[in-house]
T-cell receptor, first 117, second 114 residues
Framework: NAGVIQTPRHKVTGKGQEATLWCEPI?????VFWYRQTIVQGLEFLTY??????IDDSGMPKERFSAQMPNQSHSTLKIQSTQPQDSAVYLCASSWGQGALSAETLYFGSGTRLTVL | GNSVTQMQGQVTLSEEEFLFINCTYS??????LFWYVQYPGEGPQLLLKVTTANNKGSSRGFEATYDKGTTSFHLQKASVQESDSAVYYC?????????????FGKGTQLIIQP
């Protein structure tokens, strides 16, 4: 089991450019989560999917961020018109999603470090 | 709303010393409580979890007791090793407002000096 795979590990973009981050959850897991991590804010919840359906995107900045899960084997987080304040480590996590998610263990990927110049 | 407080931003110890990391939480009902650990360059990984109030969880020499009375979930280890150097997150999980939510504390950086 390779764990949760995130690509790329590092991405550098210029201000105003688009960034797409990829996540491959653990095979068989039906819940996928996206978090953002910064020194100042710590770990912030962005959004999550269950059985590919978006369940809660309350943490997503509304205007430039979007997430999709077109199939059970991958999810993407897209940031349009990136800004320097978007610089962070973006973490994807998955869990079995078979019962109460609040009691399940999350398995995190190693993250994508996004730097916006 | 839910909240988790870790007052210690950083703890520095020498090998074989006793570790205590403070964590208190605020919520309604009976959440599940976790400790996650994050090593440099990696995502957080589960260290231990406790689903039932007044129970203790343990793993790899670490232990934490879910104390409903004091709303605390402190992490302890009797004798730390240099390999324990990492960031430790106290996490509350609670189904509220129609959605499952994890609330992370700010994290405590543990530095172990050889």
């Amino acid at each position: 089991n390779a764990g949760v795979i995130q690509t790329p590990r590092h991405k550098v973009t210029g201000k105003g450019q688009e960034a797409t981050l990829w996540c491959e959850p653990i095979s068989g897991h039906s819940a996928v989560f996206w978090y953002r991590q910064t020194i100042v804010q710590g770990l912030e919840f962005l959004t999550y999917f269950r059985n590919q359906a978006p369940i809660d995107d309350s943490g997503m900045p509304k205007e430039r961020f979007s997430a999709q899960m077109p199939n059970q084997s991958h999810s993407t987080l897209k940031i349009q018109s990136t800004q320097p304040q978007d610089s962070a480590v973006y973490l994807c996590a998955s869990s079995w999603g078979q019962g109460a998610l609040s009691a399940e263990t999350l398995y995190f990927g190693s993250g994508t470090r996004l730097t916006v110049l | 709303g839910n909240s988790v407080t870790q007052m210690q931003g950083q703890v520095t110890l020498s090998e074989e010393e006793f570790l205590f990391i403070n964590c208190t939480y605020s919520t309604t009902g009976y959440p599940t409580l976790f400790w996650y650990v994050q090593y440099p360059g990696e995502g957080p990984q589960l260290l231990l979890k406790v689903t039932t109030a007044n129970n203790k969880g343990s793993s790899r020499g670490f232990e934490a007791t879910y104390d409903k009375g004091t709303t605390s979930f402190h992490l302890q280890k009797a004798s730390v090793q240099e390999s324990d150097s990492a960031v430790y997150y106290c996490v509350l999980a609670r189904y509220t407002g129609g959605a499952d939510r994890l609330t992370f504390g700010k994290g405590t950086q543990l530095i172990i000096q050889p």
